[in-house]
């Protein structure tokens, strides 16, 4: 895939690479309040969503409908953008949800616990938070390849019920695949801070992690075309 739709995945490494970097660093330079920070990064989170959303796109139609792209094809106007971008917004606003929440809940003065829970009572919801979080993104993500081929069920009720259908699929092609990458990332690691607080090293780290979060977004793209292939029944149905 990223053979074929080269300069598209240019400008998405390049969008990665930078846009990751800003979302890590700019909110702890601007301010020093976690509800600011947390704001802030959804903020450029979302900003990433936008401009990354005509090469997600790209690979949806290339590997459904045969469409080699040749440009970066941004078109903000275009409904099928509006959507596309529109349900990215709503995962990211998902994932990120618990650690938005925990920031908001941080203290910002003298801590008192006179009626707050205890450490591991936060840390305990906050863990149930995420996996719920995770378990609702995974259900709509047959919806991404279904708004990108423009199919005439392309609805949130119809990606949850073909997902709900095959759940333990769905959650095994998910999260398996992604590992070998999390090992990588994890050991290569290491090997980039051999010169901390240099310009050589910043500029490695953040072509790393951008070259790491290109391949990861990637295989999910192409994971949700494969499960819609397989699974998306009532998303090709119109909506009733």
């Not at 045969?66 to 970066?72: F, H, I, K, L």
């Not at 959507?83 to 949800?97: I, P």
């Not at 901390?196 to 790393?208: E, F, Y």
Request: proline share 8%.
């Amino acid at each position: 895939m990223l053979q074929k739709a080269w300069r598209p995945a240019l400008f998405a490494f390049l969008i990665l690479s930078v846009g990751s970097v800003a979302a890590l660093v700019g909110p702890r330079l601007l301010t020093y309040d976690p509800a600011g920070q947390a704001v802030m990064r959804l903020v450029i989170l979302v900003g990433l969503c936008f401009l990354l959303t005509p090469f997600f796109l790209a690979v949806h139609r290339f590997l459904l409908l045969g469409e080699e792209p040749t440009r970066y094809d941004f078109e903000p106007s275009s409904p099928r953008f509006q959507l596309f971008f529109g349900w990215l917004a709503v995962g990211v606003v998902l994932v990120s949800f618990p650690s938005t929440v925990a920031a908001f809940a941080e203290a910002k003065g003298p801590v008192y616990y006179f009626g707050r829970p205890p450490p591991d009572v936060d840390s305990t919801i906050g863990k149930v938070a995420r996996i719920v979080a995770w378990a609702m993104v995974t259900q709509l993500l047959v919806l991404f390849p279904a708004v990108a081929v423009d199919a005439p069920g392309a609805g949130w009720q119809n990606a949850f019920s073909d997902s709900r259908s095959r759940i333990w699929f769905v959650l095994a092609v998910t999260i398996l695949p992604f590992i070998p990458i999390g090992m990588l990332a994890v050991a290569v690691a290491p090997l980039l801070r051999f010169s901390p607080g240099s310009l050589t090293g910043l500029v490695a780290g953040m072509l790393w992690v951008g070259a790491t979060l290109l391949i990861a977004s990637t295989l999910g793209t192409v994971i949700a075309s494969r499960l819609y292939q397989v699974i998306g029944d009532r998303l090709n149905t119109p909506l009733r």
